[in-house]
């Protein structure tokens, strides 16, 4: 389906009902809204992680401006105050008041400006492998500890020049994000604009800093994250919880955990979420 948001059409999918019989009643249950990484991926990298919340939440998959089956839009607006805008259009074009707004690395740097932009708009914030700034001196010996010299290098060129050194990374890098054997399937079934990964990646991802920002967020927050990451390591993690409001946030750490923190930390980080779902 899609819905217009703004000057664009947003494509999204919907899991689970917002109201349940609650004996002589019926229950309205949080709507928490799935932000995908990249860009220029789609959501259904968050399948089938999302069909595992679908009874405690009415679930929404996202698909950002300019990816999977979103409304293409132009570089110009291929940036994070956009992609964050986007965000509260989406909820005021479909009346979804105080959402679960759950960003997973790109997708978490949107929810980051969202919340920052909106503090009294979203009900919760879970953030997962995600980073507040872009930090290469940390990534790079990552990169270089799970996949030796090589990855560092393919990483370090793919960071300065993102498009002739996309397929490198693709191939040589994406496999270290994660400690869990990958779906096979899972980049044949996505959508995927890579000029909208480049643009980004060269452009805002070098500059941005979202640290100062986050002191506005009003709303809990929950920050996922694993000690194998590569792109969001653990410093960035604590970067990040300490530049929240130290009365709303929590943190989970995953020392087994790569990038593909809920695949990786598995029924834990599962746990985690609902749990924090549930908390009043």
């Avoid at 708009?121 to 872009?134: F, R, Y």
């Avoid at 990646?201 to 506005?216: F, H, I, K, S």
């Avoid at 709303?219 to 990451?229: F, H, N, R, W």
Wanted: glycine share 10%; net charge negative.
């Amino acid at each position: 389906m899609r819905v217009q948001a703004g000057d664009v059409r947003l494509f999204f999918e919907v899991e689970g009902a917002k109201l349940v019989p609650d004996g002589p009643a019926m229950r309205e249950r949080p709507t928490v809204i799935l932000l995908h990484g990249g860009p220029g991926v789609d959501h259904t990298d968050f399948v089938p992680f999302g069909s595992a919340l679908a009874d405690v939440a009415q679930v929404v998959y996202l698909d950002h401006r300019g990816c999977g089956r979103s409304d293409r839009s132009g570089p110009e607006r291929w940036n994070l105050a956009t992609w964050a805008d986007d965000v509260r259009a989406f909820c005021d074009a479909l009346e979804i008041q105080r959402p679960v707004v759950l960003g997973n690395s790109f997708g978490g740097m949107v929810a980051q400006a969202y919340a920052a932009r909106y503090p009294d708009h979203p009900g919760k914030l879970i953030l997962t492998s995600t980073t507040a700034k872009l930090r290469l001196d940390r990534m790079l010996p990552v990169f270089e500890r799970l996949g030796g010299a090589r990855a560092a290098d393919v990483a370090r060129r793919f960071f300065a020049d993102p498009m002739p050194n996309f397929h490198d990374y693709i191939r040589v890098c994406f496999p270290l994000y994660r400690q869990t054997p990958a779906d096979e399937g899972a980049l044949q079934r996505a959508v995927i604009h890579l000029d909208v990964g480049g643009y980004f990646v060269g452009g805002e991802m070098q500059t941005y800093d979202l640290r100062a920002d986050l002191a506005r967020v009003r709303c809990p927050t929950l920050v996922l994250s694993g000690d194998l990451d590569p792109f969001a390591t653990s410093a960035d993690a604590r970067d990040l919880v300490a530049a929240l409001p130290g009365e709303l946030v929590q943190a989970r750490h995953f020392p087994h955990a790569g990038h593909a923190v809920l695949a990786d930390a598995g029924a834990e980080a599962l746990a985690a979420i609902r749990g924090f779902l549930g908390a009043t």
